[in-house]
């Protein structure tokens, strides 16, 4: 079992429309609104994350370009495996 930990109560200005369209969805999927706005912010929290992640590499590839000879090899292995998968 999870353990619980200690949450502090914010107040967050909303405007109405959202806060009726928050709780109509929270009621919908049965989560109270706390939870669904907790797990908003989780989501949120995780796409910035990977947006970053994927800005660093691009990034890293633009300093130090992939060699060409990696890539050949790579699509020469895909090649060979590619035809055995099930789709």
Same mark, same amino acid.
């Given at each position: 079992m999870a353990k619980s930990r200690a949450k502090k109560i914010i107040q967050v200005p909303m405007e109405d429309d959202l806060l009726? !369209?928050?709780d109509k969805t929270a009621g919908a999927v049965a989560e109270s609104r706390a939870a669904f706005i907790r797990e908003a912010c989780r989501q949120r929290l995780k796409s910035l994350e990977a947006r970053e992640l994927d800005r660093? !590499?691009?990034e890293g590839y633009r300093r130090k370009p992939e060699d060409t000879a990696w890539a050949e090899i790579g699509a020469r292995l895909? $090649? $060979?495996v590619l035809p055995r998968e099930k789709w």
């Open positions: 009726k !369209y928050i660093r !590499y691009v895909l $090649s $060979s």
